[in-house]
């Protein structure tokens, strides 16, 4: 039986959504800490290695976080294919990161800071909850005003803003989760 796509998206909007934002959370406090511990050379480094290394990890994890992105047994959800196409937009927007960061390295951390973090603008759409634009609105605004504010200090606080939006929109998703799951008890309790 064929689902809609009010369908499929109800049931893309039901899952947990934790491993990449735990995978995102993970490399970016590794950026954070590499920006503390090494040079500005090994810190553009990790920039590059780690956010492109955060759809591995999330895949990772999500075999623990019983998301599992790579079951085959799953039924095809149109909204996955979606997401996927946002993160490839977000890849392919270093073609801007990378020429800015060869005139002035140190606005890696601004710029991939800020286009990686574009696809939870989509997922606010796709899952109906306003999260997705708290995290690209809020991680935006922090990145811009802290690449003006502490130009000595980009590769430290710019990452460890984005872990901290990431704490905070893991905190928002999981309450989110709670809150419909409550919606939907009632729901039924209220149906019988």
Request: charged fraction near 15%; hydrophobic fraction near 55%.
């Amino acid at each position: 039986m064929k689902r809609t796509l009010e369908e499929q998206r109800i049931e893309f909007s039901n899952q947990k959504f934790l491993a990449t934002p735990i995978a995102g959370l993970i490399v970016w406090a590794i950026i954070g800490f590499v920006g503390i511990l090494f040079s500005d050379f090994i810190a553009v480094w990790a920039i590059f290695i780690g956010t492109g290394s955060i759809v591995y990890l999330g895949l990772f994890l999500s075999k623990f976080t019983g998301e599992n992105f790579l079951d085959k047994s799953k039924p095809k959800n149109e909204f996955d294919t979606l997401f996927l196409f946002t993160a490839g937009q977000a890849i392919l927007v270093y073609s801007i990161a990378i020429p800015f960061f060869l005139v002035d390295y140190s606005s890696l951390p601004m710029t991939v800071g800020i286009l990686t973090g574009l696809m939870w603008l989509p997922f606010s759409w796709i899952i109906k909850h306003w999260v997705g634009i708290f995290h690209t609105m809020t991680r935006t605004i922090s990145i811009v005003a802290l690449w003006y504010l502490l130009p000595e200090y980009r590769f430290i606080a710019i990452p460890f803003t984005i872990v901290l939006i990431y704490i905070l929109t893991l905190l928002i998703l999981k309450t989110r989760k709670r809150s419909h799951t409550d919606t939907a008890t009632s729901a039924t309790l209220n149906a019988i």
